[in-house]
């Protein structure tokens, strides 16, 4: 080759390699002033839309399983269907009864023989006394004995003591709910054990956490467990100090929640969790929220000991770092209360 | 055969196989990244190897809720048992020391490309790129490591948008992604090597996108090594305990910029510091007395 083809040649090369990267770099530099614009359009301010349940659908999500999750009637709901009928964890709020039960009759024209309250709230119980009777127990022997044919006439509703105690009133007082809306059977023990559809069912007592009347519910041969409002995603976890709710016990179940779920590989999928409130997840799911919330209660646990008040609690700022995904100002469930909350489950009682 | 015969044959035969050429050659140009890539550390040697050190939070353009996520962070959390085979996120995966297989799936009467399919060694993690237009889950769908990804053709680069993306990190020191935050990923392909720019947008802990280049060259020799991942006790601790440092007490953070001579406040990072200006502003900053021998617990 002369001198004259290798400078070409040369030449050629580089012009090529020019082209190469600038084709190369085009895209990269669109994509990254694409990339701001859409990021400072994804951070305006919106506030959310007021809650009308007149428009509000209820959205069915395949879980795995017999199991399916029934989205937008206030809680999250559990739908176990089979050959025994349609086994359901919690109802939902009352204004979306009707939806509800069309979303049900879409996935099973079988009756509907339970519902397990995972706890007393309406958001997860309204729905209770409409549904309810919507469905049947296959009742007989002594029950039918003592309390007659109308025995059958509702699906049974099973929930922890506590959950029908909050829900009604001692005799001669006003009930905070009618009486059709109330558990039909309760527990006691730290555990019932159903076996319906096919496969045995868990309904675990988690003592003193977001309430304390909480169940879990956990689908073994689906491998699904239904957590109620012990796990959310869609916020901090709301600890009801009034009906003797506790952070200690919200912990306690998010832990239980861990030690029971299996995870499949990359500590992904197995177990699937349906949580009270948010998307579906996985226990890797879970053991975020569970870390978040065991580092918030350390650091309150820790100021604390320190001797600070509540009010120089909050003003330390202790969620400060989850406050983005989790925290709130504004609404029912602030920030500020939630911190509170913590405050008041841990400090020495007055 | 006569002369104007052979070349009217000859054009027709031309005809065929320029019209050939036209049937094979992929719309809009663009390159197929198939094939067994492995990855090229260059530069980014130290952050991906042995690792980013404890409180590098330099050139991140994070928020003061993701800086106190990443000092309170404790390495110690890794080793909990929930913890130990957890895969990266797909936006961060690019970026583990992991041989890389891109395969295509087709549509066979039609040969159209339905996925594209990715698999890290790392984790054995894979990722599935929908190219066939079909729209992305509902917000309750379940989140995955991998997320949800679908693909298109921008020129020759194909462009991946992820989104239902589990937490995961933006730095492995514990500055957190979000599960709110999607991705997009741009794929390009220039003769043996493959450029991979992930764009991250997280509403929670970023200020604005955060954008990072992977290298890879191609590797046709490469085998694809399994990733068995058992989980097993490593330190005996009560169930529920989770490792972390309390706020303002991480003994750590100083070592990282009294190691390199860098003023504390930039290693605290922001979007100032991750451009070119802010080494002019980083002059009149104090910086700590570098230790006689680099002090690390990386």
């Keep these: 080759m002369t001198a004259m083809g290798r400078k070409t040649s040369r030449s050629v090369r580089m012009r090529f390699a020019v082209w190469t990267l600038s084709a190369a770099l085009v895209p990269f530099c669109t994509a990254v002033s694409t990339a701001r614009a859409q990021q400072s359009s994804s951070q305006a301010p919106s506030a959310p839309p007021a809650r009308d349940y007149s428009k509000a659908e209820v959205h069915i999500l395949p879980v795995q399983g017999n199991i399916y999750m029934l989205v937008g009637a206030g809680g999250n709901i559990t739908a176990q269907v089979g050959n025994d009928g349609v086994l359901l964890v919690d109802t939902g709020v009352t204004q979306m009864s009707d939806k509800v039960l069309a979303a049900v009759r879409s996935l099973s024209d079988k009756p509907i023989r339970y519902i397990i309250n995972t706890h007393m709230h309406a958001d997860h119980t309204g729905g209770n006394e409409p549904i309810a009777k919507a469905g049947s127990t296959i009742a007989g022997g002594n029950v039918v004995g003592d309390i007659g044919a109308s025995a059958g006439n509702q699906a049974t509703v099973l929930a922890f003591q506590n959950v029908l105690d909050r829900m009604s009133a001692p005799t001669g007082q006003q009930a905070p709910t009618p009486q059709g809306a109330w558990p039909t059977e309760t527990y006691t023990t730290p555990e019932r054990k159903l076996f319906f559809d096919g496969e045995g069912i868990q309904v675990i007592h988690i003592p003193e956490a977001h309430t304390d009347g909480d169940s879990i519910v956990f689908f073994r041969r689906s491998d699904v467990i239904s957590t109620g409002d012990i796990f959310v995603t869609t916020g901090y976890p709301l600890v009801d100090l009034q009906h003797g709710g506790n952070i200690q016990g919200v912990i306690a179940g998010l832990n239980k929640i861990v030690e029971l779920a299996i995870p499949a590989d990359e500590q992904e999928g197995g177990t699937m969790i349906i949580p009270g409130h948010g998307r579906l997840c996985d226990v890797a799911d879970v053991v975020f929220y569970q870390e978040m919330v065991t580092i918030i209660r350390d650091r309150i646990q820790d100021m604390i000991k320190k001797g600070m008040t509540l009010e120089q609690v909050k003003a330390a700022k202790p969620t400060l770092d989850y406050d983005p995904r989790y925290g709130s100002t504004t609404g029912f469930w602030t920030t500020d209360k939630f911190v509170e909350a913590v405050y008041k489950s841990l400090a020495p009682k007055q | ?298």
């Excluded at chain 2, 009467?109 to 993690?125: C, D, E, F, N």
């Design chain 2, 1 to 298: 055969m006569g002369g104007i015969a052979r070349a009217r044959l000859l054009s027709i035969g031309a005809l065929f196989v320029f019209q050939a050429a036209l049937m094979v050659r992929p719309a809009a140009a663009q390159l197929d990244p198939s094939g067994m890539w492995a990855p090229r550390f260059d530069e980014d040697w130290e952050e991906r190897i042995p690792g980013p050190e404890i409180g590098d939070y330099l050139g991140l353009p994070i928020n003061a809720a993701a800086r106190l996520r990443g000092d309170s962070w404790d390495a110690a959390l890794v080793e909990l048992p929930e913890n130990q085979c957890r895969a990266h996120g797909s936006d961060y995966g690019w970026r583990g020391p992991s041989n890389l297989s891109i395969w295509k799936e087709v549509d066979r009467p039609t040969q159209k490309l339905i996925a594209y399919h990715t698999h890290l060694s790392a984790y054995g993690a894979e990722q599935t790129i929908w190219m066939d237009g079909r729209p992305h889950p509902p917000e309750y769908a379940a989140h995955t490591w991998a997320g949800f990804s679908t693909g298109e053709w921008d020129g020759d680069a194909l462009v991946i948008t992820t989104t239902h993306l589990k937490e995961n990190w933006i730095r492995r020191n514990g500055i957190p992604r979000s599960d709110l935050a999607t991705a997009r990923v741009h794929v390009l392909k220039h003769g043996n090597y493959l450029t991979v720019a992930v764009i991250v947008y997280d509403p929670v802990y970023l200020t604005e996108p955060f954008v990072r280049t992977t290298d890879f060259a191609f590797a046709p020799q490469q085998q694809m090594a399994p990733w068995p991942c058992e989980v097993v006790d490593e330190v005996d601790r009560p169930a529920g305990v989770v490792p972390s440092h309390l706020i303002g007490a991480n003994p750590f953070l100083d070592e990282f910029p009294a190691n390199y001579g860098i003023p504390p406040e930039a290693a605290r990072g922001g979007a100032e510091t991750a451009y070119p200006e802010y080494m002019l502003k980083m002059k009149d900053m104090k910086r700590l007395p570098r230790p006689a021998k680099k002090v690390t617990n990386r």
